[in-house]
């Protein structure tokens, strides 16, 4: 399975932007779409996950800003981030989970800043 991952750039604070990651292969419409970070100088940390289902959940520092969804008609997820902050600037990963079966996309750098 492949990923890649678009729509990162540089945002004002309290700005948005919508994250998206396509993903090639049959499994997508099965498997758990995730979305993690990692800033500067910090360990890679999970955002946000949406399963097969639709179910989602989010880390408690995003909670309320960012929105994860999925089309699986376009095999893509998305992550929609509202009222950025300087802290949420990091590379943004998305991967794809599907019992042992995982994979990584290159990552789109978020950059908040004035």
């Known amino acids: 399975v492949q990923l890649q991952a678009s729509g990162g750039g540089l945002v004002q604070p309290g700005g948005s932007l919508r994250l998206s990651c396509a993903a090639s292969?049959?499994?997508?419409?099965?498997?758990?779409m995730e979305w993690h970070r990692q800033a500067p100088g910090k360990q890679r940390e999970w955002v946000a996950t949406?399963?097969?289902?639709?179910?989602?959940n989010y880390a408690d520092s995003v909670k309320g800003r960012f929105t994860i969804s999925r089309d699986n008609t376009k095999n893509t997820v998305y992550l929609q981030m509202s009222n950025l902050r300087p802290e949420d600037t990091a590379v943004y990963y998305c991967?794809?989970?599907?019992?042992?079966?995982?994979?990584w996309g290159q990552g789109t750098l978020v950059t908040v800043s004035s």
């Open positions: 991967r794809i989970v599907l019992g042992t079966i995982s994979s």
């Open positions: 949406v399963a097969s289902a639709g179910t989602t």
């Open positions: 292969g049959s499994i997508f419409r099965r498997s758990a």
